[in-house]
């Protein structure tokens, strides 16, 4: 109660609509919504069958309703894909990938780098130890025998003076280990660096930036190029492999002829790598992949991109980052922000955790697919539409399904057609499949600890709380704020689908319902259907429904963001800067005490503090927000000066 009455009493109405990363994050996934659903909906009559009877216009609320569902990853479809045009289908295939956890996570990174080096820049600008760095890094940079041209001298009085690299203070400037002094850029007269001519500021190079920014900064660049090789890489090898298989006879002939249309099969293997990747569930077969039973190499394909696309892409991130760090030379630059990355994964991505916390997410997440493959063949034993198919297929076809149920919505046999009890449990597997990369995100990061009230600021109040009390925590909150954002849609969707379910009308009942709600908030795309057709059951309700379920699927998309501050989405060395300015400008001014709080501020900017699994990444700046917090402060306060 203390923290929300901090929380109302301080501040302006007005702060509650200010830009943070989560409204950042939620206007971008609206904002495309909102475009790419008039783009389909005016595209116009569908023109992929001869069956003049089969042409329909897709209405705005299913367009606006399919390009949510693959913006955010969830796969419900309220119309068969197999309607709809080449061009339709093809901008869903973009919404996937937009909306994939990795393409934004690198929007992310390059968006935090960007306003990094603006926010380097404006310090230097105004920081007098900032410039003082900037200058000794073109005079390290300055060949060993090159003599600098005149300049002013800072007095103003017009006397020019040369300094030689290698005057007595020269071989000690050369050197990053040895003394830095403050000195004038050449050929820029009485404007002290880093001005030009003009008087107007320079943008710091990369080299500069590089020094500024320390390893963390150099890591973010890292993450630049890596990240988007990694969804290259995992799409190639799905396309290498699966679009020649699919033009393989039999492959090509269920792919034409199990639907009107005339599916390309290359495009169809495009689509469903893209989608498998993405994690989003829509196929342009009708069917799913119930034709592919028996067909291992396309089953174990889309399910290798599924499980590097999302539930494992942390797992499988940490380790391609330690095998390059690895491959890298010892003493390279590079192999110096791997190493950062592996040390202190928290401070520059999200997903990227401790190599601890790694472990524990990769051991969580293999045992519940082990779990739900296991009971694919408890609970259904002797059960005639799963006991009918060979004992092949059966076997791949039960870890299939239970990587579907967590993951894409991909199936290999309808929810309909499923036992009763292993459908209530792939109902809640659908629930929790967030979970364990989320809560591995909150246990991870101090500044949510905070701000959930999960950690006490007053240290000496209490002892401190063990990793397993941290993570039980998040997950009974992380349980009571979900709860909301299942019952209260359910409960307004049994008001507009009234008449439906009372009659009630073919496949409409009150445990679909709540089928569907989960599936949407779990980003899933799993459904019961309806018998008539093979569109999922949500096409078969009202308009205020599928917005209702639209919200829910945005909604399901963000509870895995951070809910107040995270290291990984804050500006680095701004506090650092600040006291190395105060040590400046105090009154000791001795070349010493300015190497020494230099030295400190480069230690701490290099990474030299050693993370800890449940602990802050920035152990300096936790004490202060501590100290802060205890003042009175709000987190909202903190995070806009952080």
Same mark, same amino acid.
């Given at each position: 109660?203390d923290q929300?009455r901090?929380?109302?009493s301080?501040g302006h109405?007005?702060?509650?609509?200010?830009?943070?990363f989560?409204?950042?994050?939620?206007?971008?996934?609206?904002?495309?919504?909102?475009v790419?659903?008039?783009?389909v909906?005016?595209?116009?009559v569908n023109?992929?069958?001869?069956?003049?009877e089969?042409?329909f216009?897709?209405r705005? $609320?299913d367009a606006?309703?399919l390009?949510a569902s693959?913006m955010?990853n969830t796969?419900l479809?309220t119309?068969?894909?197999g309607?709809i045009t080449a061009?339709?289908q093809?901008? =869903?295939?973009?919404?996937l990938?937009?909306?994939n956890i990795v393409?934004?996570s690198?929007?992310?990174i390059?968006i935090r780098?960007?306003?990094?080096?603006?926010h380097a820049?404006?310090?230097?600008?105004?920081s007098?130890?900032?410039r003082?760095?900037?200058?000794?890094?073109?005079r390290?940079? @300055?060949?060993?025998?090159?003599?600098?041209g005149?300049?002013r001298?800072?007095s103003?009085?017009?006397s020019?003076r040369r300094r030689?690299?290698?005057?007595?203070?020269?071989p000690?400037l050369l050197s990053? @280990?040895k +003394?830095r002094s403050s000195?004038?850029?050449?050929?820029?007269?009485g404007?002290?660096?880093?001005?030009?001519?003009?008087?107007?500021?320079?943008?710091?190079?990369?080299?500069?930036?590089?020094?500024?920014g320390?390893?963390?900064?150099?890591a973010?660049?890292v993450?630049?190029w890596?990240?988007?090789?990694?969804?290259?890489?995992?799409?190639? =090898?799905?396309?290498v492999?699966?679009?020649?298989?699919s033009y393989?006879?039999?492959?090509a002939?269920?792919?034409r002829?199990?639907?009107?249309?005339?599916? +390309?099969?290359?495009?169809?293997?495009?689509?469903v790598?893209?989608?498998?990747?993405?994690?989003?569930g829509?196929s342009?077969l009708?069917a799913?992949? $119930?034709?592919?039973?028996?067909?291992?190499?396309i089953?174990?394909l889309?399910?290798a991109?599924?499980l590097a696309?999302?539930?494992f892409f942390?797992?499988f991130l940490?380790?391609t980052?330690?095998?390059?760090?690895?491959l890298?030379?010892?003493?390279s630059?590079l192999r110096h922000?791997?190493?950062?990355?592996l040390d202190?994964?928290?401070?520059?991505?999200?997903?990227l955790f401790p190599?601890?916390?790694?472990?524990?997410?990769?051991?969580i997440?293999?045992?519940l697919?082990l779990?739900?493959w @296991?009971f694919?063949? $408890?609970?259904?034993i002797?059960?005639p539409?799963v006991?009918?198919?060979p004992?092949?297929p059966?076997v $791949?076809?039960g870890l299939?399904q239970?990587l579907?149920v967590?993951?894409?919505?991909?199936?290999?046999l309808s929810?309909s057609?499923?036992?009763p009890?292993?459908?209530?449990l792939?109902?809640?597997?659908?629930?929790?499949?967030g979970?364990?990369?989320?809560?591995?995100?909150?246990?991870?990061?101090?500044?949510?600890?905070?701000s959930l009230?999960?950690?006490?600021?007053?240290?000496?109040?209490?002892a401190?709380?063990t990793?397993?009390?941290y993570?039980g925590?998040h997950?009974?909150?992380?349980?009571a704020?979900?709860?909301w954002w299942?019952?209260?849609p359910?409960?307004?969707i049994?008001?507009v689908?009234?008449?439906g379910?009372a009659?009630p009308?073919?496949?409409f009942?009150?445990?679909?319902v709540?089928?569907?709600?989960?599936?949407?908030?779990g980003?899933?795309?799993?459904?019961n259907?309806?018998?008539?057709?093979?569109y999922?059951f949500?096409g078969a309700?009202h308009t205020?429904?599928k917005?209702?379920?639209?919200?829910?699927? +945005?909604?399901g998309?963000?509870?895995?963001?951070?809910?107040?501050i995270?290291?990984a989405?804050l500006l680095p060395g701004?506090?650092l800067?600040?006291?190395m300015d105060k040590?400046y400008?105090?009154?000791?001014?001795s070349?010493?005490r300015l190497?020494?709080?230099?030295e400190?501020?480069?230690q701490?900017?290099g990474?030299?503090?050693?993370?800890k699994?449940g602990?802050?990444?920035?152990?300096?700046?936790?004490?202060?927000?501590?100290?802060r917090?205890d003042?009175?402060?709000?987190?909202?306060d903190?995070?806009?000066?952080?």
């Open positions: 109660m929300l901090r929380l109302f301080k109405p007005w702060d509650y609509f200010r830009w943070n989560y409204r950042v994050h939620l206007s971008y996934f609206i904002l495309t919504i909102i790419s659903s008039v783009i909906y005016g595209s116009g023109g992929n069958s001869d069956d003049a089969a042409q216009r897709l705005y $609320i606006l309703f390009c693959a955010t796969g479809n119309v068969n894909l309607s061009f339709q093809s901008v =869903l295939a973009i919404l990938l937009l909306g393409t934004v690198v929007a992310t390059w780098r960007h306003f990094f080096r603006q820049n404006e310090f230097v600008q105004h007098q130890a900032g003082q760095v900037v200058e000794d890094i073109d390290e940079s @300055a060949p060993p025998n090159k003599e600098f005149h300049v001298s800072a103003g009085n017009g020019v030689s690299a290698n005057s007595e203070q020269g000690a990053k @280990a +003394i000195h004038l850029e050449v050929g820029h007269g404007f002290p660096y880093p001005w030009d001519t003009t008087g107007r500021f320079r943008s710091l190079s990369e080299t500069e930036l590089e020094e500024i320390g390893v963390e900064y150099r973010l660049g993450l630049i890596l990240l988007p090789a990694y969804v290259l890489f995992w799409l190639a =090898l799905g396309l492999f699966l679009v020649p298989y393989r006879g039999d492959v002939a269920i792919i002829d199990s639907q009107p249309g005339n599916l +390309i099969p290359g495009w169809w293997a495009t689509f790598i893209f989608s498998g990747f993405a994690n989003g829509l342009l009708n799913s992949m $119930i034709p592919f039973q028996g067909f291992y190499l089953l174990i889309t399910g991109v599924m696309g999302n539930g942390p797992v940490r380790g980052i330690w095998t390059m760090a690895k890298i030379p010892q003493r630059r922000s791997f190493a950062f990355l202190h994964p928290r401070r520059c991505f999200i997903l190599s601890i916390n790694t472990w524990y997410l990769a051991a997440q293999g045992g697919h779990l739900l @296991a694919w063949f $408890i609970l259904q002797g059960y539409p006991w009918q198919i004992a092949g059966r $791949i076809s299939y239970a579907g967590r993951m894409t919505g991909f199936y290999i929810l057609e499923v036992a009890a292993l459908l209530v792939y109902t809640g597997a659908m629930y929790v499949s979970l364990p990369v989320i809560i591995s995100i909150r246990s991870t990061n101090i500044y949510e600890e905070r009230g999960v950690q006490d600021t007053n240290d000496h109040a209490q401190p709380k990793e397993k009390s993570i925590t997950f009974r909150k992380q349980l704020l979900d709860a299942l019952f209260i359910i409960w307004l049994c008001i689908e009234r008449d379910l009659m009308a073919p496949g009942s009150l445990f679909s709540i089928v569907e709600t989960v599936s949407a908030f980003t899933i795309g799993l459904s259907g309806v018998p008539y057709d093979n999922s949500c309700w205020l429904s917005l209702i379920l639209i919200v829910v699927m +945005i909604r998309r963000h509870r895995g963001l951070p809910m107040a995270d290291r989405v701004q506090e800067m600040q006291r040590e400008n105090g009154k000791d001014t070349q010493q190497r020494e709080g230099e400190k501020v480069r701490e900017e990474g030299s503090q050693v993370e699994v602990m802050g990444q920035d152990p300096e700046q936790d004490r202060t927000i501590a100290k917090m003042q009175g402060e709000s987190e909202k903190i995070a806009q000066t952080a």
